[in-house]
């Protein structure tokens, strides 16, 4: 598979990387663990070396099954986690990116994960309590230890990502952007291109909707994970949307590919995206994914998709 440089870091990547939020297995239906460990391994498989999680999915869950499965080629992948979202005795979360913190997520990412090192550490969210000096300099104590290598950031605004920068070595932005959800291409996606930071998409489908498979009389269960953070999923905007998805369903049907490699292709040709991280919960569902990067839009399809989903 087809890889890129992140930013000014030494890490190549897959242009298909691995969501792991599923593995987690909370809010996303009925996720079997054997699925998700085959789905893993043949991301591996297919050349997939870069893979994304959080202590946040599933209260540390997904980091050890994304560590204990992919132990044996520890030294092949590139592991991806981040820090700052805390979850409490309540089953609440907060934003918390403080030295304190940031200190006792690490040992935590490690131990999960089964390793000695991570390969890019993630601000999951900025806190807005802390200084983000703080946050800064304490990630490039841990650079100096080993126990990570590069650093990252995810859902920063400009004026965020320009703070962390005077202080660190800040090689990527993970931030949501897919056909539907645009918004970063005001301001957040041009920054990284002009500076030269790799941009990490995530939820490339929209959570789903961009692979065709809803309609408008689907209902999602009560704790679905859409229907608790994600807008588009929100009455008036959910049927909005899906006259969009049947727009782009026109330019899928024309080249005979799934809708979800339709939208996942218009990502890679983002000349700042690095990479795309892309969710499965089972092996075929990974296989369709690595397969987006096997062809490539025409250029006039592009642009007909930006048009028909334009903010």
Same mark, same amino acid.
């Given at each position: 598979m087809k890889k890129r440089r992140l930013g000014n870091s030494e890490l190549n990547v897959s242009v298909i990387g691995f969501g792991a939020w599923a593995a987690g297995k909370s809010g996303w239906g009925n996720v079997g663990e054997q699925d998700i460990v085959e789905a893993i391994r043949a991301a591996v498989d297919h050349g997939v070396n870069f893979f994304d999680t959080a202590p946040f999915y599933g209260y540390g869950e997904s980091e050890r099954i994304l560590g204990k499965t992919l132990k044996p080629v520890r030294d092949k992948v590139i592991?991806?986690?981040?820090?700052?979202?805390?979850?409490?005795?309540?089953? =609440?979360?907060?934003? =918390?990116?403080?030295? +304190?913190?940031?200190?006792?997520?690490? =040992?935590?990412?490690?131990?999960?994960?089964?390793? =000695?090192? *991570?390969?890019?550490?993630?601000?999951?969210?900025?806190?807005?309590?802390?200084?983000?000096? $703080?946050?800064?300099?304490?990630?490039?104590?841990?650079?100096?230890?080993?126990?990570?290598?590069? *650093?990252?950031?995810?859902?920063?605004?400009? $004026?965020?990502?320009?703070?962390?920068?005077?202080?660190?070595?800040?090689?990527?932005?993970?931030?949501?952007?897919?056909?539907?959800?645009?918004?970063?291409? +005001?301001? $957040?996606?041009?920054?990284?291109?002009?500076?030269?930071?790799?941009?990490? &998409?995530?939820?490339?489908?929209?959570?789903?909707?961009?692979?065709?498979?809803?309609? +408008?009389?689907?209902?999602?269960?009560?704790?679905?994970?859409?229907?608790?953070?994600? &807008?588009?999923?929100? !009455?008036? $905007?959910? !049927?909005?949307?899906?006259e969009k998805v049947e727009n782009i369903r026109t330019v899928a049907d024309r080249y005979n590919k799934p809708m979800a490699q339709v939208a996942v292709n218009w990502l890679m040709a983002k000349p700042a995206v690095t990479t795309v991280i892309t969710g499965a919960k089972n092996k075929e569902q990974v296989i369709q994914n690595v397969a987006a990067a096997e062809w490539k839009l025409a250029s006039e399809d592009i642009v007909a998709l930006d048009k028909m989903t334009e903010i």
């Open positions: 592991i991806a986690t981040k820090f700052g979202i805390v979850w409490d005795s309540k089953g =609440d979360f907060a934003f =918390d990116v403080s030295r +304190k913190n940031i200190l006792h997520e690490i =040992d935590e990412s490690l131990k999960n994960l089964g390793t =000695d090192y *991570i390969d890019l550490y993630q601000v999951h969210w900025p806190d807005n309590k802390t200084p983000i000096q $703080e946050t800064m300099e304490t990630l490039n104590e841990l650079v100096q230890s080993g126990k990570i290598r590069y *650093i990252g950031v995810s859902n920063f605004s400009v $004026e965020q990502m320009e703070e962390a920068r005077k202080y660190a070595n800040v090689v990527s932005l993970q931030s949501q952007y897919n056909l539907l959800q645009r918004g970063v291409e +005001k301001a $957040e996606y041009p920054y990284t291109e002009r500076v030269g930071m790799g941009f990490i &998409p995530y939820s490339p489908l929209a959570q789903g909707l961009l692979t065709g498979k809803f309609n +408008k009389d689907t209902k999602l269960p009560e704790n679905d994970v859409r229907r608790q953070f994600n &807008p588009l999923f929100e !009455e008036g $905007e959910f !049927e909005a949307n899906l």
